[in-house]
T-cell receptor
Framework: EPEVTQTPSHQVTQMGQEVILRCVPISNHLYFYWYRQILGQKVEFLVSFYNNEISEKSEIFDDQFSVERPDGSNFTLKIRSTKLEDSAMYFC???????????FGSGTRLTVV | QKEVEQDPGPLSVPEGAIVSLNCTYSNSAFQYFMWYRQYSRKGPELLMYTYSSGNKEDGRFTAQVDKSSKYISLFIRDSQPSDSATYLCAMFSGSARQLTFGSGTQLTVLP
């Protein structure tokens, strides 16, 4: 069964450093997403990406965040200057054009120290 | 009022029991409803996806949607210890594809 692949599985970074979280969505999917889950809290939407541009973003997704699809397979989330409160699980998801059921990756656990 | 409310549990049942998990929502624009299972520190795994009001069955799982009451349920029959996980309801409207999640219900099925 096709999978969404995320790397790394765990990233530890110092406050103020830049991090890039990487995702390989399912190859024929058209919509790409980042969600995050702070420990013990709800899964929250960050951003959606379609046709090489951001289609929706939440209030969480401020100027410190950016997304990119640098080639035909990778989808990245960059946090420019990490804060302690950015510590969370970050999930990538993708969606086929006509379907409504998302496929999530296993997540990257980001720890900011 | 939160957009999606879900009883966080924890819920503990003996093996073989029928489990009922529920969510209520306030946004009448929601049209697509999903149940995900999440193991600790893993990504959500899709269990059931429904669009219209009514029931949908898949093996031991039944998803129920009542749009008039803004209430969705997931029933697990003959529960197994391997069903122990956190169950998340999620939904979105047709125009905005971003998912809104419930807080999750932690289920433990005791052998």
């Amino acid at each position: 069964e096709p999978e969404v692949t995320q790397t790394p599985s765990h990233q530890v970074t110092q406050m103020g450093q830049e991090v890039i979280l990487r995702c390989v969505p399912i190859s024929n999917h058209l919509y790409f997403y980042w969600y995050r889950q702070i420990l013990g809290q709800k899964v929250e939407f960050l951003v959606s990406f379609y046709n090489n541009e951001i289609s929706e973003k939440s209030e969480i997704f401020d100027d410190q965040f950016s997304v990119e699809r640098p080639d035909g397979s990778n989808f990245t989330l960059k946090i420019r200057s990490t804060k302690l409160e950015d510590s969370a699980m970050y999930f990538c998801a993708s969606l086929e054009g006509t379907a409504r059921a998302y496929t999530f990756g296993s997540g990257t656990r980001l720890t900011v120290v | 009022q939160k957009e999606v409310e879900q009883d966080p549990g924890p819920l503990s049942v003996p093996e073989g029991a029928i489990v009922s998990l529920n969510c209520t929502y306030s946004n009448s624009a929601f049209q697509y409803f999903m149940w995900y299972r999440q193991y600790s520190r893993k990504g959500p795994e899709l269990l059931m996806y429904t669009y219209s009001s009514g029931n949908k069955e898949d093996g031991r799982f039944t998803a129920q949607v009542d749009k008039s009451s803004k209430y969705i349920s997931l029933f697990i029959r003959d529960s197994q210890p391997s069903d122990s996980a956190t169950y998340l309801c999620a939904m979105f409207s047709g125009s905005a594809r971003q998912l809104t999640f419930g807080s999750g219900t932690q289920l433990t099925v005791l052998p």
